[in-house]
């Protein structure tokens, strides 16, 4: 577990499985005293996946900012709720590189994702953050099941 003085990262991507990361999360930083670093990891062209018929020009700064707004007060409101101390970030990149570079860049004792978020043709051939994160990391990461969290 954390040392109360060091910080978790958490990953969130808007799912209810991210949700209960999250809230297990805040229930952990606010025990500990440990800071969160949340971050969702925004890939501009996977927005064209969730949308089902795309209309040139697509507005991405529009949606980074839309996200950027869920990000700090939807996603982040167990955070706040709990009073734990964070930050949230809005990173363009994969959801594994960003998780990795953010544990590096904030010295994390500990990483948190839910137990699967997205999904699509790209997790079938590209895997789930579940399952490449823990293989790449070189910190401990706890895996929060959406089903029984709190």
């Known amino acids: 577990m954390p040392d109360p003085r060091e910080t978790i990262v958490v ?27 949340l ?12 949308t089902p018929t ?25 955070l706040a709720e709990a009073g734990v101390e964070f930050t949230t970030y809005l990173v363009e990149d994969t959801p594994t590189e960003a998780l990795l570079a953010a544990a590096r860049e904030h010295d994390a004792a500990l990483v948190v994702i839910g137990s699967h978020g997205g999904s ?12 490449a994160l823990p293989a790449q990391l070189d910190r401990p990461i706890v895996i929060v099941p959406s089903r029984g969290a709190s």
């Open 11 to 37: 990953g969130t991507d808007g799912s209810p499985e991210s949700h209960f990361a999250v809230r297990w999360a805040a229930g952990l930083a606010s025990r500990l005293g440990a800071r969160v670093v």
């Open 120 to 131: 699509g043709w790209r997790d079938l051939i590209l895997g789930s953050v579940a399952t």
């Open 39 to 50: 971050i969702f990891a925004f890939e501009p062209l996977a927005e064209l996946e969730k």
């Open 54 to 78: 795309p209309r040139a020009p697509v507005d991405f700064p529009a949606i980074r900012e839309r996200h950027r707004r869920e990000l700090e007060s939807d996603w982040a409101r167990p």
